[in-house]
């Protein structure tokens, strides 16, 4: 056996004191360690480079068939599921306009499908309508005669005058003539249909 090679003739002088205590560390225990035990007489010989197939032909066309069958099933089942899950179609969309009191604003009513229970989700953007000075929310209503009849829900607005609100008009939309946005607590109407 011949006798060790000097650690720093193997790794040099340009390493950092920490780097260097590191690798003389790993290196004395490798020394410890010593070379690993010779292949005895029961052992087996080394890989011959083979190829060994996993499994015969008739088994991987099975598998490949199965598996072409489950990624349809997973594909119908994800159609399926995503048509469920579908968001509302749109049934109309409303255009509001500023009144005197509201001038510039103006606002969008995005009606969405009604579902089974008889609620019409919707999405309200509005755009140009200054914070209430009051700090108090602005309300949607569902007029009759231009008064208001049904409330469909609050909402504030950023300091651009800018709101993006969902909300819900759980009505007979055929038992009212319009829209209507006021400040809380008032009826004077700020934006109108």
């Keep these: ?40 007489p029961g052992t087996s010989p080394p890989a011959t480079g083979e190829v060994v197939p996993l499994l015969p ?9 199965l598996a072409a069958a489950l990624g349809v099933l997973v594909f119908a089942l994800g159609v399926a599921t995503g048509v469920a899950r579908d968001e509302p179609g749109t049934f109309d969309v409303v255009h509001m306009a500023g009144t005197p009191a509201a001038d510039g604003a103006r606002a969008t009513i995005e009606l969405f499908d009604v579902d089974e229970a008889g609620n019409w989700p ?26 208001p009849g049904a ?26 003539d319009g829209w209507a946005v006021v400040e809380e607590g008032s009826t004077t109407p700020l934006l109108v249909t």
Excluded: K
């Excluded at 690798?23 to 360690?33: I, M």
């Excluded at 032909?57 to 068939?65: E, Q, S, V």
């Excluded at 504030?156 to 038992?175: F, Q, S």
């Design 57 to 65: 032909r008739r088994r991987r066309g099975m598998l490949l068939a």
């Design 151 to 176: 409330l469909c829900g609050t909402f504030l607005v950023e300091e651009d005058g800018t709101a993006i609100v969902p909300m819900n008009a759980p009505y007979r939309l055929t038992d009212f």
């Design 122 to 147: 919707m999405e309200m953007r509005v755009e140009g309508l200054a914070p209430s000075a009051s700090g108090r929310p602005f309300e949607l209503w569902l007029t009759n005669g231009g008064r």
């Design 1 to 40: 056996m011949s006798p060790a090679p000097d650690f720093d003739d193997l790794v040099g002088s340009d390493l950092e004191p920490e780097e260097h205590a590191r690798l003389l560390r790993v290196h004395q225990a490798l020394l410890a360690a010593g070379p690993p035990p010779e292949l005895g």
